[in-house]
């Protein structure tokens, strides 16, 4: 199978290492081998797009002639060299340490048999992160389109190229939650490298990926096409990479790792840069004392090159539509804080905070929500001032199995806890995880002075998250009883349970007053939950039924569009479905040879309308208006 390609290389790129390097060790072999193929993936899409070159049986080149280059060499070499280190599978001694191990499995399996059933249904994918995906293997090529939801080309595209891969490799959108599925492995594996440079025993490795395999937000995510999960990987590649940069006998390798991993992130979305510039601090600094400031510089050179080398395309094309590298300028204004007093910065890390405090008992959260309104009361703010509040009104709530709105509750009080004891007993900890521990919680306070607060911002926290989790592992483990660390990973695999299973719209087993879940519904029938498909099946079937393969799009920027993609056949050489706009940045890209047979249009046109570019309006299901090419004797 095509798909696997991609994950056969990074494989095989990890036994490269492991033979060549062995003191890295298989897994910081991985994470490297994983930043390299990541960045592979990128330079070489934006490559092809050049020539139009996005396609299956290129691509399939472009992963199968390493792949074989690879071989030959592990082959010729394997009797000359050490043979490479491999991931060790003898289980823990200890009962309970084979039961937290057993907990993170079972996790990571429940997650991708949800990953392989269900589709892309998450309300943001189908709006813009599979669009842009679906537009982009319809043109071969990265190029900006014209799009009447303008973040598909605005955005940092670093995740769904990652994904574009798997979309044309597989012909479809089977395989496509497996990106950020791979992003939470890649994530266990990091967190429990970073509790060890930390100085943790193996319990307190175990215990970090733990931490992070139980994040309500990280199970959502790990089963779906949203980009934060792969943020958060490359964000602790970047944190193990700065640690090991801070040591003095860190070798050159350590520069380009680092530089790989912050251009992924930065590709990723713009939240990264909130999360890199600490640890662009920590990473300066260690650099300068150690090394002096040649070596620094020449680190910011390489920096400044893999940066440029992952993000100048997109950049570029942003310039040449929006006149800036970022985006869509709306959206600076939609997400970023208006103002950057002291009382702005309390007014959003109490609320950013605080949703995560929230409990699933009533009494608790009154408190809580005392202490915020007390707070806000303090520095003279409203906690839903609009120049600090983006969407939504931030209100008492118990934890959601909603992907979008899912909050880490049982770890934000570790670690808030946590970070207390650090601050206190810092001496028994040590220099490296004092300085770690205010870094990470320096990111969460850099987001909260950049960014307005909104009821979706805990999909974002989840890179603070990740990034906390070997900490606090290092810290329950390091300090306290052996029996108390084991317990309380147990109990928080157990507490992960309702997302794990109950996630809304992909549930594993069925919820109350409903008998849908991943494992008895149809595939297609999960881009919508039941019942709310608002007509575009029944839209995209009366298409179908005209023989129509052309299609124009002609609905509201809130709208979700991917699902007609899968609805009208897609990915097909013989469809064709574009955008029609006017008055937009990206409406300059619009074919004026485009003619299509019909046209969808919802409430962002007139409802007089009867006629369209030459076609008729034929049906309307809810929302949505078909319009086709006239029948015989039918006056247009």
Request: glycine share 8%; charged share 15%.
């Amino acid at each position: 199978m095509l798909t696997a390609l991609p994950v056969l290389f990074l494989g095989e790129l990890t036994l490269v290492f492991t033979s060549l390097r062995p003191s890295w060790g298989w897994r910081r072999s991985f994470l490297r081998a994983a930043l390299v193929t990541g960045s592979y993936a990128i330079l070489a899409s934006e490559a092809l797009s050049l020539v139009g070159g996005v396609i299956l049986p290129v691509l399939a080149a472009v992963w199968a002639v390493p792949l074989l280059v690879g071989a030959a060499w592990l082959v010729i070499t394997s009797r000359e060299r050490q043979r490479p280190e491999l991931p060790p599978l003898a289980l823990p001694a200890a009962w309970p340490d084979r039961l937290l191990l057993l907990g993170v499995v079972l996790i990571a399996l429940a997650t991708a048999i949800v990953a392989g059933l269900a589709p892309p249904n998450t309300w943001d994918s189908l709006n813009y992160h599979m669009p842009r995906v679906a537009h982009w293997a319809q043109q071969h090529s990265l190029r900006h389109y014209a799009a009447g939801i303008e973040v598909q080309n605005g955005i940092g595209p670093g995740a769904e190229i990652l994904v574009l891969q798997t979309y044309v490799l597989s012909s479809g959108d089977r395989w496509v939650n497996f990106v950020q599925w791979f992003a939470m492995l890649a994530s266990l594996l990091a967190a429990s490298k970073i509790a060890e440079q930390l100085g943790a025993k193996p319990l307190g490795q175990l215990l970090a990926a733990v931490l992070v395999a139980t994040l309500p937000m990280g199970i959502a995510q790990a089963s779906s096409t949203m980009t934060d999960y792969v943020l958060g990987a490359w964000m602790l590649c970047v944190a193990s990479e700065t640690l090991t940069l801070c040591q003095r006998n860190a070798d050159r390798s350590v520069l380009v790792f680092l530089s790989l991993a912050a251009g992924l992130a930065l590709s990723v979305k713009p939240t990264a840069f909130a999360y890199l510039l600490p640890f662009a601090v920590l990473g300066g600094a260690g650099l300068l004392r150690l090394h002096g400031p040649r070596k620094a510089a020449a680190g910011a050179a390489v920096a400044l090159a893999a940066v440029l080398a992952l993000n100048g395309g997109h950049w570029m094309r942003n310039l040449g539509t929006y006149g800036n590298p970022i985006g869509v300028p709306d959206l600076a204004g939609v997400h970023g804080n208006e103002i950057h007093t002291p009382a702005a910065l309390v007014s959003n890390l109490t609320r950013h905070a605080g949703m995560h405090a929230f409990t699933p008992w009533p009494w608790v959260n009154r408190q809580v929500m005392r202490v915020i309104n007390k707070a806000h009361q303090l520095v003279g703010l409203d906690p839903n001032d609009p120049r600090t509040t983006s969407v939504g009104e931030f209100t008492e709530r118990t934890p959601m199995t909603e992907e979008t709105r899912a909050t880490n509750w049982f770890h934000a009080w570790l670690y808030g806890l946590g970070f207390v004891f650090l601050v206190v007993g810092n001496r028994r900890l040590g220099r490296l995880a004092l300085a770690y521990g205010v870094v990470v919680a320096a990111t969460f306070v850099v987001f909260c002075f950049v960014f307005k607060w909104q009821v979706f911002s805990s999909r974002y926290h989840l890179p603070f998250f990740v990034l906390y989790a070997p900490l606090a592992a290092s810290m329950v483990s390091g300090l306290f009883p052996s029996w108390l660390a084991r317990g309380l990973g147990l109990a928080f695999i157990f507490a992960a349970w309702p997302w794990l299973v109950g996630l809304d719209n992909r549930p594993l087993l069925p919820k109350a007053g409903s008998d849908v879940t991943v494992l008895s519904s149809r595939r297609e029938d999960l881009y919508f939950w039941p019942g709310s498909a608002g007509g575009y099946d029944e839209a995209a079937y009366r298409i179908r039924e005209a023989g129509c393969l052309s299609v124009g799009l002609m609905i509201s920027g809130g709208g979700a569009e991917y699902p007609l993609w899968e609805y009208l056949g897609a990915p097909s050489p013989n469809l064709r479905i574009e955008w029609i706009v006017s008055g937009i940045p990206s409406a300059r890209y619009a074919d004026p040879a485009f003619q299509p047979c019909a046209i969808l249009c919802d409430v962002s046109c007139p409802l007089e309308w009867t006629m369209i570019r030459g076609l008729v309006l034929a049906d309307q299901f809810g929302d949505l208006r078909v319009f086709l090419q006239p029948t015989p004797g039918e006056v247009p």
